[in-house]
Protein backbone atom coordinates (compact mmCIF):
# COMPACT_ATOMS: atom_id res chain seq x y z
CA UNK A 1 0.00 0.00 0.00
CA UNK A 2 1.64 2.87 -1.10
CA UNK A 3 1.52 5.50 1.86
CA UNK A 4 0.30 9.53 2.18
CA UNK A 5 3.44 10.68 1.76
CA UNK A 6 4.75 8.94 -1.01
CA UNK A 7 2.01 10.15 -3.24
CA UNK A 8 1.90 14.10 -1.84
CA UNK A 9 3.44 16.01 -5.03
CA UNK A 10 7.25 16.81 -4.65
CA UNK A 11 7.52 21.22 -5.05
CA UNK A 12 9.92 22.41 -7.24
CA UNK A 13 12.86 25.09 -7.50
CA UNK A 14 12.61 27.88 -9.45
CA UNK A 15 15.99 28.60 -10.78
CA UNK A 16 16.50 31.11 -14.73
CA UNK A 17 12.92 31.58 -15.00
CA UNK A 18 12.07 27.35 -15.03
CA UNK A 19 10.33 25.19 -12.44
CA UNK A 20 12.48 22.14 -12.12
CA UNK A 21 13.10 18.87 -10.36
CA UNK A 22 15.41 18.38 -7.89
CA UNK A 23 17.27 15.19 -7.87
CA UNK A 24 17.37 15.36 -4.12
CA UNK A 25 16.21 12.25 -2.41
CA UNK A 26 15.77 13.90 0.70
CA UNK A 27 12.58 14.52 1.00
CA UNK A 28 10.54 15.67 3.81
CA UNK A 29 6.47 15.72 4.61
CA UNK A 30 4.91 19.46 4.24
CA UNK A 31 1.86 19.45 6.81
CA UNK A 32 -1.60 20.92 7.04
CA UNK A 33 -1.42 21.71 10.85
CA UNK A 34 -5.47 21.78 11.09
CA UNK A 35 -5.71 18.30 9.99
CA UNK A 36 -2.52 16.94 9.64
CA UNK A 37 -2.81 15.67 6.37
CA UNK A 38 0.56 15.94 4.33
CA UNK A 39 0.58 18.19 1.22
CA UNK A 40 3.41 18.11 -0.41
CA UNK A 41 6.87 16.62 0.20
CA UNK A 42 9.66 19.65 0.13
CA UNK A 43 13.27 18.06 -1.56
CA UNK A 44 16.19 19.54 0.32
CA UNK A 45 18.70 21.50 -2.31
CA UNK A 46 21.77 19.99 -3.21
CA UNK A 47 24.89 21.62 -3.48
CA UNK A 48 24.88 21.47 -6.79
CA UNK A 49 21.30 22.89 -7.32
CA UNK A 50 21.98 25.24 -4.70
CA UNK A 51 25.32 26.63 -7.07
CA UNK A 52 22.98 26.39 -10.20
CA UNK A 53 20.80 28.62 -8.52
CA UNK A 54 23.04 31.06 -7.32
CA UNK A 55 24.72 31.29 -11.06
CA UNK A 56 20.96 31.58 -12.39
CA UNK A 57 21.05 35.27 -10.00
CA UNK A 58 24.32 35.90 -11.07
CA UNK A 59 24.23 35.77 -14.59
CA UNK A 60 20.82 38.13 -14.25
CA UNK A 61 23.02 40.61 -12.33
CA UNK A 62 24.82 42.97 -14.90
CA UNK A 63 21.44 43.20 -17.35
CA UNK A 64 19.27 43.90 -13.99
CA UNK A 65 21.48 46.04 -11.93
CA UNK A 66 22.00 48.65 -15.35
CA UNK A 67 17.93 48.64 -16.31
CA UNK A 68 16.93 52.19 -15.45
CA UNK A 69 15.01 51.62 -11.64
CA UNK A 70 12.05 53.57 -13.68
CA UNK A 71 11.91 50.69 -15.41
CA UNK A 72 12.59 47.62 -12.79
CA UNK A 73 9.79 49.70 -10.51
CA UNK A 74 7.32 48.59 -13.18
CA UNK A 75 7.83 45.01 -12.25
CA UNK A 76 6.72 45.85 -8.40
CA UNK A 77 3.59 47.65 -9.56
CA UNK A 78 2.47 44.84 -11.63
CA UNK A 79 3.56 42.24 -8.33
CA UNK A 80 1.47 45.14 -5.52
CA UNK A 81 -1.63 44.32 -8.29
CA UNK A 82 -1.14 40.78 -8.81
CA UNK A 83 -0.84 40.13 -4.73
CA UNK A 84 -4.16 42.34 -4.14
CA UNK A 85 -5.66 40.68 -7.23
CA UNK A 86 -4.67 37.00 -5.85
CA UNK A 87 -4.94 37.31 -1.98
CA UNK A 88 -7.33 35.18 -1.12
CA UNK A 89 -5.87 32.85 -2.83
CA UNK A 90 -2.73 32.95 -1.38
CA UNK A 91 -4.07 33.84 1.67
CA UNK A 92 -5.89 30.11 1.97
CA UNK A 93 -2.24 28.57 1.38
CA UNK A 94 -0.79 30.48 3.83
CA UNK A 95 -3.22 29.22 6.22
CA UNK A 96 -3.22 25.74 4.83
CA UNK A 97 0.29 25.61 5.28
CA UNK A 98 0.70 27.44 8.57
CA UNK A 99 -2.35 26.86 10.17
CA UNK A 100 -3.01 30.32 11.13
CA UNK A 101 -6.41 31.66 10.87
CA UNK A 102 -7.39 33.10 7.60
CA UNK A 103 -7.96 36.68 8.90
CA UNK A 104 -4.39 36.10 10.18
CA UNK A 105 -3.10 35.01 6.69
CA UNK A 106 -4.91 38.22 5.03
CA UNK A 107 -2.97 40.30 7.82
CA UNK A 108 0.48 37.97 6.60
CA UNK A 109 -0.14 38.93 2.75
CA UNK A 110 -1.50 42.74 3.66
CA UNK A 111 2.16 43.45 5.18
CA UNK A 112 4.20 41.91 2.34
CA UNK A 113 1.92 44.05 0.11
CA UNK A 114 2.85 47.14 2.27
CA UNK A 115 6.58 46.34 1.70
CA UNK A 116 6.47 46.03 -2.09
CA UNK A 117 4.81 49.48 -1.82
CA UNK A 118 7.27 51.16 0.34
CA UNK A 119 10.30 49.50 -1.49
CA UNK A 120 8.20 50.91 -4.75
CA UNK A 121 8.60 54.56 -3.03
CA UNK A 122 12.27 53.91 -2.60
CA UNK A 123 12.55 53.78 -6.28
CA UNK A 124 11.45 57.12 -7.03
CA UNK A 125 13.46 58.52 -3.28
CA UNK A 126 15.99 57.10 -1.49
CA UNK A 127 17.57 55.45 -4.20
CA UNK A 128 18.88 58.77 -4.96
CA UNK A 129 22.68 59.35 -3.93
CA UNK A 130 24.00 62.94 -2.83
CA UNK A 131 26.43 65.47 -4.01
CA UNK A 132 28.07 68.74 -2.89
CA UNK A 133 29.48 71.17 -5.02
CA UNK A 134 33.16 72.91 -4.17
CA UNK A 135 33.97 70.24 -1.40
CA UNK A 136 37.56 72.56 -2.04
CA UNK A 137 38.39 75.08 -4.38
CA UNK A 138 36.79 73.33 -8.23
CA UNK A 139 36.80 69.82 -6.95
CA UNK A 140 33.01 68.09 -6.74
CA UNK A 141 32.25 65.11 -4.55
CA UNK A 142 29.48 62.72 -5.34
CA UNK A 143 27.79 59.62 -4.10
CA UNK A 144 25.37 56.38 -5.65
CA UNK A 145 24.22 53.66 -4.34
CA UNK A 146 25.12 50.71 -6.00
CA UNK A 147 23.70 47.21 -6.06
CA UNK A 148 26.03 44.77 -5.17
CA UNK A 149 25.08 41.34 -7.12
CA UNK A 150 23.32 37.97 -5.49
CA UNK A 151 21.95 37.76 -2.04
CA UNK A 152 20.62 35.12 0.32
CA UNK A 153 17.08 35.50 1.68
CA UNK A 154 16.98 32.52 4.52
CA UNK A 155 12.81 32.50 6.21
CA UNK A 156 11.23 31.17 9.14
CA UNK A 157 7.95 29.25 8.98
CA UNK A 158 5.68 31.71 10.91
CA UNK A 159 5.44 34.26 8.11
CA UNK A 160 5.69 32.60 5.43
CA UNK A 161 4.67 35.18 2.73
CA UNK A 162 5.61 38.90 5.12
CA UNK A 163 9.08 38.02 5.82
CA UNK A 164 10.68 36.72 2.34
CA UNK A 165 8.99 40.30 1.51
CA UNK A 166 10.64 42.29 4.38
CA UNK A 167 13.50 41.88 1.94
CA UNK A 168 12.58 40.45 -1.76
CA UNK A 169 11.47 43.83 -3.43
CA UNK A 170 13.76 46.66 -1.97
CA UNK A 171 16.65 44.07 -3.31
CA UNK A 172 15.15 43.88 -6.43
CA UNK A 173 14.16 47.47 -7.08
CA UNK A 174 17.58 48.51 -6.28
CA UNK A 175 19.36 46.37 -8.81
CA UNK A 176 20.14 43.06 -6.86
CA UNK A 177 19.69 39.10 -7.91
CA UNK A 178 18.22 36.83 -5.38
CA UNK A 179 18.07 33.02 -4.21
CA UNK A 180 15.48 32.83 -1.42
CA UNK A 181 14.76 29.44 0.66
CA UNK A 182 11.59 30.07 2.15
CA UNK A 183 11.02 27.44 4.99
CA UNK A 184 10.89 24.13 4.90
CA UNK A 185 8.04 23.86 7.30
CA UNK A 186 5.92 26.42 5.58
CA UNK A 187 7.01 26.18 1.29
CA UNK A 188 3.66 26.53 0.36
CA UNK A 189 2.68 29.65 0.59
CA UNK A 190 6.52 31.22 -1.58
CA UNK A 191 5.96 28.52 -3.55
CA UNK A 192 2.29 29.50 -4.69
CA UNK A 193 3.23 33.66 -4.82
CA UNK A 194 6.47 32.49 -7.01
CA UNK A 195 4.09 30.65 -9.27
CA UNK A 196 1.73 34.07 -9.74
CA UNK A 197 5.38 36.10 -10.04
CA UNK A 198 6.50 34.09 -12.94
CA UNK A 199 3.24 34.14 -14.62
CA UNK A 200 2.61 37.37 -14.35
CA UNK A 201 4.75 39.25 -13.09
CA UNK A 202 7.37 38.01 -15.71
CA UNK A 203 11.10 39.00 -13.88
CA UNK A 204 13.50 38.29 -15.99
CA UNK A 205 15.04 35.23 -15.67
CA UNK A 206 17.24 34.71 -12.77
CA UNK A 207 16.46 37.44 -10.39
CA UNK A 208 14.15 35.87 -8.08
CA UNK A 209 15.11 31.82 -7.56
CA UNK A 210 13.96 29.92 -4.98
CA UNK A 211 15.48 26.63 -3.67
CA UNK A 212 14.15 24.55 -0.64
CA UNK A 213 15.84 22.99 1.67
CA UNK A 214 17.43 23.41 5.97
CA UNK A 215 21.11 23.65 7.12
CA UNK A 216 22.89 22.25 4.47
CA UNK A 217 21.46 24.34 1.71
CA UNK A 218 21.88 27.71 3.70
CA UNK A 219 25.50 26.53 4.15
CA UNK A 220 25.90 25.98 0.86
CA UNK A 221 24.49 29.47 -0.39
CA UNK A 222 26.23 31.16 2.16
CA UNK A 223 29.79 30.13 1.45
CA UNK A 224 28.95 30.48 -2.17
CA UNK A 225 31.61 32.99 -3.57
CA UNK A 226 28.93 34.71 -5.40
CA UNK A 227 27.17 35.70 -3.11
CA UNK A 228 27.10 39.05 -1.58
CA UNK A 229 24.72 39.00 1.73
CA UNK A 230 22.37 37.15 3.47
CA UNK A 231 19.42 38.43 5.23
CA UNK A 232 18.28 35.45 7.62
CA UNK A 233 15.20 35.63 10.05
CA UNK A 234 15.02 32.57 12.32
CA UNK A 235 15.80 31.28 16.18
CA UNK A 236 18.30 32.31 18.05
CA UNK A 237 20.65 29.73 18.21
CA UNK A 238 20.76 29.01 14.07
CA UNK A 239 21.17 33.08 14.00
CA UNK A 240 24.01 32.84 15.75
CA UNK A 241 25.45 29.96 13.45
CA UNK A 242 24.22 31.99 10.22
CA UNK A 243 26.11 35.24 11.32
CA UNK A 244 29.19 34.06 12.24
CA UNK A 245 29.43 31.51 9.01
CA UNK A 246 28.57 34.68 7.11
CA UNK A 247 31.35 36.67 8.80
CA UNK A 248 34.35 33.69 8.03
CA UNK A 249 32.79 34.30 4.49
CA UNK A 250 33.16 37.88 4.59
CA UNK A 251 29.46 38.30 3.64
CA UNK A 252 27.33 41.02 4.55
CA UNK A 253 24.37 39.60 6.82
CA UNK A 254 21.45 40.57 8.42
CA UNK A 255 20.17 38.64 10.95
CA UNK A 256 16.88 38.56 13.24
CA UNK A 257 17.02 36.04 16.21
CA UNK A 258 14.33 34.72 18.53
CA UNK A 259 12.41 36.64 21.50
CA UNK A 260 10.79 36.70 24.63
CA UNK A 261 8.95 39.66 24.92
CA UNK A 262 7.37 41.04 28.00
CA UNK A 263 3.93 42.90 28.41
CA UNK A 264 3.65 44.79 31.73
CA UNK A 265 0.68 46.11 32.49
CA UNK A 266 0.10 48.78 35.51
CA UNK A 267 -2.38 49.56 38.26
CA UNK A 268 -3.40 52.73 36.40
CA UNK A 269 -4.14 50.52 32.85
CA UNK A 270 -7.39 50.29 31.27
CA UNK A 271 -8.16 46.91 31.26
CA UNK A 272 -11.12 46.65 29.20
CA UNK A 273 -9.22 48.14 26.13
CA UNK A 274 -5.73 46.40 27.36
CA UNK A 275 -7.42 42.59 27.76
CA UNK A 276 -8.35 41.89 24.10
CA UNK A 277 -4.77 43.53 23.08
CA UNK A 278 -3.45 41.42 25.08
CA UNK A 279 -4.99 38.08 24.67
CA UNK A 280 -4.50 38.55 20.85
CA UNK A 281 -0.42 39.39 21.39
CA UNK A 282 0.00 36.43 23.23
CA UNK A 283 -2.30 33.65 21.35
CA UNK A 284 -2.53 35.11 17.94
CA UNK A 285 -1.28 33.28 15.46
CA UNK A 286 -0.67 30.54 18.08
CA UNK A 287 1.77 32.41 20.04
CA UNK A 288 4.13 32.26 17.09
CA UNK A 289 5.07 35.73 16.39
CA UNK A 290 8.75 36.51 17.57
CA UNK A 291 6.44 39.90 18.63
CA UNK A 292 3.71 37.97 20.58
CA UNK A 293 3.63 38.40 24.17
CA UNK A 294 5.54 35.60 26.42
CA UNK A 295 5.55 37.16 29.92
CA UNK A 296 2.82 39.29 31.58
CA UNK A 297 4.50 41.46 34.46
CA UNK A 298 1.60 42.33 36.57
CA UNK A 299 2.30 45.64 38.81
CA UNK A 300 1.46 45.37 42.28
CA UNK A 301 -2.48 44.96 42.98
CA UNK A 302 -3.73 45.24 39.08
CA UNK A 303 -2.52 41.44 39.47
CA UNK A 304 -5.50 39.94 40.58
CA UNK A 305 -8.25 41.42 38.28
CA UNK A 306 -5.66 41.22 35.24
CA UNK A 307 -5.48 37.72 35.47
CA UNK A 308 -8.71 36.71 35.94
CA UNK A 309 -9.84 39.06 33.12
CA UNK A 310 -7.34 37.33 30.73
CA UNK A 311 -8.33 33.88 31.77
CA UNK A 312 -11.60 34.30 31.20
CA UNK A 313 -10.84 35.96 28.11
CA UNK A 314 -8.87 33.32 26.97
CA UNK A 315 -11.11 30.51 27.80
CA UNK A 316 -13.56 32.07 25.35
CA UNK A 317 -11.39 31.82 22.53
CA UNK A 318 -12.09 28.86 19.60
CA UNK A 319 -9.52 27.31 18.95
CA UNK A 320 -9.90 24.91 15.33
CA UNK A 321 -9.54 24.67 11.87
CA UNK A 322 -7.67 27.67 10.10
CA UNK A 323 -10.40 28.35 7.41
CA UNK A 324 -13.36 28.08 9.68
CA UNK A 325 -14.45 31.92 9.81
CA UNK A 326 -15.44 32.34 13.69
CA UNK A 327 -11.97 30.45 15.29
CA UNK A 328 -9.62 32.63 17.33
CA UNK A 329 -7.02 30.43 16.73
CA UNK A 330 -5.64 27.79 15.01
CA UNK A 331 -3.14 25.18 15.66
CA UNK A 332 0.77 25.63 15.94
CA UNK A 333 2.80 24.61 13.07
CA UNK A 334 3.88 20.76 13.29
CA UNK A 335 3.66 17.97 15.55
CA UNK A 336 7.47 18.57 16.61
CA UNK A 337 6.20 22.05 18.38
CA UNK A 338 3.78 21.05 19.64
CA UNK A 339 5.86 18.67 21.48
CA UNK A 340 8.38 21.40 22.40
CA UNK A 341 5.75 23.59 24.30
CA UNK A 342 4.13 20.76 25.84
CA UNK A 343 7.10 19.69 27.02
CA UNK A 344 8.09 23.34 28.48
CA UNK A 345 4.94 23.67 29.77
CA UNK A 346 5.51 20.57 31.68
CA UNK A 347 8.81 22.53 32.50
CA UNK A 348 7.07 25.52 34.24
CA UNK A 349 4.81 22.73 36.34
CA UNK A 350 7.97 20.93 37.03
CA UNK A 351 9.93 24.59 38.14
CA UNK A 352 6.78 25.30 40.70
CA UNK A 353 4.73 27.60 38.39
CA UNK A 354 0.96 27.66 38.78
CA UNK A 355 -0.79 26.20 36.14
CA UNK A 356 -4.23 28.29 35.41
CA UNK A 357 -5.30 27.24 32.01
CA UNK A 358 -3.48 23.97 30.94
CA UNK A 359 -3.76 23.63 26.81
CA UNK A 360 -2.29 20.39 26.35
CA UNK A 361 -5.53 19.35 27.20
CA UNK A 362 -7.62 20.67 24.31
CA UNK A 363 -9.39 18.10 21.70
CA UNK A 364 -10.55 18.94 18.34
CA UNK A 365 -12.91 16.03 17.47
CA UNK A 366 -13.59 16.68 14.12
CA UNK A 367 -9.80 17.23 13.39
CA UNK A 368 -7.92 14.39 16.02
CA UNK A 369 -4.84 14.13 13.56
CA UNK A 370 -4.22 17.68 13.81
CA UNK A 371 -1.77 19.73 15.83
CA UNK A 372 -3.86 21.55 18.29
CA UNK A 373 -3.29 22.98 21.77
CA UNK A 374 -5.08 25.87 23.50
CA UNK A 375 -3.78 29.09 25.36
CA UNK A 376 -1.70 28.14 28.57
CA UNK A 377 -1.80 30.37 31.38
CA UNK A 378 0.71 30.00 34.51
CA UNK A 379 0.57 32.02 37.75
CA UNK A 380 3.29 32.72 40.20
CA UNK A 381 6.02 32.92 37.72
CA UNK A 382 9.61 34.21 38.95
CA UNK A 383 12.18 35.42 37.20
CA UNK A 384 14.95 32.55 37.65
CA UNK A 385 11.94 30.12 35.76
CA UNK A 386 13.19 28.86 32.25
CA UNK A 387 9.75 29.60 30.93
CA UNK A 388 10.36 33.10 31.99
CA UNK A 389 13.67 33.20 30.09
CA UNK A 390 13.52 31.06 27.60
CA UNK A 391 11.40 31.66 23.96
CA UNK A 392 8.67 28.90 23.70
CA UNK A 393 7.05 30.45 20.81
CA UNK A 394 3.69 28.70 21.17
CA UNK A 395 0.43 30.24 23.13
CA UNK A 396 1.91 30.03 26.46
CA UNK A 397 1.74 33.09 29.08
CA UNK A 398 3.69 33.35 32.00
CA UNK A 399 2.46 35.74 34.60
CA UNK A 400 5.06 37.16 36.81
CA UNK A 401 4.00 39.72 40.00
CA UNK A 402 6.28 42.52 40.40
CA UNK A 403 6.34 46.04 42.64
CA UNK A 404 7.39 48.22 40.89
CA UNK A 405 8.25 49.80 36.97
CA UNK A 406 11.98 49.69 37.79
CA UNK A 407 11.48 46.31 39.05
CA UNK A 408 9.47 45.34 35.53
CA UNK A 409 12.15 47.45 33.67
CA UNK A 410 15.13 45.55 35.59
CA UNK A 411 13.11 41.88 34.53
CA UNK A 412 12.63 43.01 31.05
CA UNK A 413 16.41 44.18 30.37
CA UNK A 414 18.47 41.33 32.96
CA UNK A 415 15.96 38.57 32.75
CA UNK A 416 15.87 37.37 29.38
CA UNK A 417 18.73 37.50 26.85
CA UNK A 418 16.12 38.56 24.22
CA UNK A 419 15.13 42.22 23.01
CA UNK A 420 12.57 41.97 20.61
CA UNK A 421 9.68 43.86 21.62
CA UNK A 422 8.29 44.92 25.27
CA UNK A 423 4.89 46.64 26.03
CA UNK A 424 3.57 48.61 28.51
CA UNK A 425 0.01 49.01 28.95
CA UNK A 426 -0.44 52.20 30.87
CA UNK A 427 -2.73 55.72 31.57
CA UNK A 428 0.39 57.41 32.47
CA UNK A 429 2.28 59.79 30.49
CA UNK A 430 5.38 59.26 32.72
CA UNK A 431 5.49 55.62 33.31
CA UNK A 432 5.16 55.20 29.43
CA UNK A 433 7.63 57.76 28.75
CA UNK A 434 10.10 55.93 31.38
CA UNK A 435 9.84 52.56 30.10
CA UNK A 436 10.36 53.80 26.39
CA UNK A 437 13.45 55.62 27.24
CA UNK A 438 14.39 52.37 29.83
CA UNK A 439 13.99 49.56 27.75
CA UNK A 440 16.38 47.78 26.10
CA UNK A 441 14.36 46.46 23.40
CA UNK A 442 14.07 47.20 19.18
CA UNK A 443 10.35 48.00 19.29
CA UNK A 444 8.36 49.54 22.30
CA UNK A 445 4.38 49.27 22.62
CA UNK A 446 3.17 51.67 24.43
CA UNK A 447 -0.76 50.49 25.09
CA UNK A 448 0.11 48.04 22.05
CA UNK A 449 0.10 44.03 22.29
CA UNK A 450 2.21 43.53 19.28
CA UNK A 451 4.59 46.69 18.18
CA UNK A 452 4.79 45.85 14.87
CA UNK A 453 6.69 48.56 13.01
CA UNK A 454 5.23 49.67 9.39
CA UNK A 455 6.98 48.44 6.09
CA UNK A 456 8.60 52.15 6.13
CA UNK A 457 10.07 51.46 9.10
CA UNK A 458 13.39 49.39 10.03
CA UNK A 459 12.07 46.29 12.43
CA UNK A 460 14.44 44.80 14.03
CA UNK A 461 15.57 43.63 17.34
CA UNK A 462 18.25 43.83 20.21
CA UNK A 463 20.48 41.72 21.80
CA UNK A 464 20.39 38.19 21.02
CA UNK A 465 16.79 39.36 19.13
CA UNK A 466 19.55 40.58 16.21
CA UNK A 467 22.91 40.23 15.03
CA UNK A 468 24.28 43.13 12.27
CA UNK A 469 23.67 46.66 11.95
CA UNK A 470 21.15 47.27 9.57
CA UNK A 471 17.49 46.03 10.09
CA UNK A 472 14.86 44.56 7.81
CA UNK A 473 12.09 46.64 5.69
CA UNK A 474 13.21 50.24 4.72
CA UNK A 475 16.76 49.87 6.65
CA UNK A 476 17.47 47.35 3.82
CA UNK A 477 18.35 50.03 1.45
CA UNK A 478 21.29 50.64 2.73
CA UNK A 479 22.13 46.71 3.51
CA UNK A 480 20.89 46.12 -0.59
CA UNK A 481 23.62 48.64 -1.83
CA UNK A 482 26.71 49.86 -1.46
CA UNK A 483 27.70 53.75 -1.55
CA UNK A 484 30.47 54.88 -4.13
CA UNK A 485 31.69 58.20 -3.85
CA UNK A 486 33.31 60.35 -6.93
CA UNK A 487 35.62 63.42 -6.15
CA UNK A 488 35.82 65.03 -9.41
CA UNK A 489 38.06 67.95 -10.57
CA UNK A 490 37.13 69.69 -13.93
P1 LIG B 1 14.65 28.22 12.59
O1 LIG B 1 15.81 28.94 13.17
O2 LIG B 1 14.43 26.81 12.95
O3 LIG B 1 14.74 28.24 10.97
C1 LIG B 1 14.92 29.45 10.27
C2 LIG B 1 15.56 29.14 8.92
O4 LIG B 1 16.89 28.65 9.14
C3 LIG B 1 14.84 28.09 8.11
O5 LIG B 1 14.82 28.48 6.77
C4 LIG B 1 15.69 26.82 8.30
O6 LIG B 1 15.67 25.98 7.19
C5 LIG B 1 17.08 27.41 8.48
N1 LIG B 1 17.94 26.59 9.34
C6 LIG B 1 17.55 25.73 10.32
N2 LIG B 1 18.64 25.23 10.96
C7 LIG B 1 19.72 25.79 10.37
C8 LIG B 1 21.12 25.69 10.61
N3 LIG B 1 21.61 24.94 11.57
N4 LIG B 1 21.95 26.43 9.84
C9 LIG B 1 21.47 27.24 8.87
N5 LIG B 1 20.14 27.38 8.61
C10 LIG B 1 19.29 26.66 9.35
O7 LIG B 1 13.36 29.12 12.91
P2 LIG B 1 11.83 28.75 12.70
O8 LIG B 1 11.44 27.73 13.70
O9 LIG B 1 11.55 28.51 11.28
O10 LIG B 1 11.15 30.15 13.08
C11 LIG B 1 10.81 30.52 14.39
C12 LIG B 1 11.89 31.38 15.00
O11 LIG B 1 12.08 32.56 14.22
C13 LIG B 1 11.53 31.87 16.40
O12 LIG B 1 12.67 31.79 17.20
C14 LIG B 1 11.12 33.31 16.18
O13 LIG B 1 11.29 34.15 17.31
C15 LIG B 1 12.04 33.71 15.07
N6 LIG B 1 11.56 34.86 14.33
C16 LIG B 1 12.18 36.04 14.53
C17 LIG B 1 11.74 37.17 13.88
C18 LIG B 1 12.41 38.49 14.11
O14 LIG B 1 12.10 39.44 13.40
N7 LIG B 1 13.32 38.59 15.06
C19 LIG B 1 10.66 37.09 13.00
C20 LIG B 1 10.04 35.85 12.82
C21 LIG B 1 10.49 34.73 13.49
Redesign the pocket.
Known amino acids: MTSEKETAPILKYYVSGNWKESNSKDLHPVFNPSTGAILAQVPYASREEVNEAVESSQKSFPNWSTMPILERVKYLFKMKQVFEDKLEELASLNSENHGKTILESRGDLRRAIDNIDSAIAVAYTLSKGETLDQIASGIDESMVKEPLGVFAI??????PLM?PFWFIPYAIVLGNTLVV?????TPFPMDGAMKIIASEVKLPPGVLNIVH???E???SLISNKDVKGVA????????K??YK?AGEHGKRALV????KNSIVVMPDADLGSAIPAIVSSFFGNAG????AGSNLVALGKVHDDLLSKFTSAAKKMKIGHAFEEDVDMGPVVSKS?KERISSNIEKGVVEGAKLIIDGRSLRIDKYPDGFYLGPTIFDEVTPDMSISRN?I?GPVASTIQTNSLDEAIELINRGTEFG?MASIFTTSGRNAREFRLRVNAGNIGINIGVASPAANFP???RKD??YGTLH?QIDTVDFFTDKKITIARW
Do not use: H, M, Y
Open positions: ICPFNFIKPSEIGGRTVEFVGSTPVAQVLNGGAQRCLAEFNFGGSFA
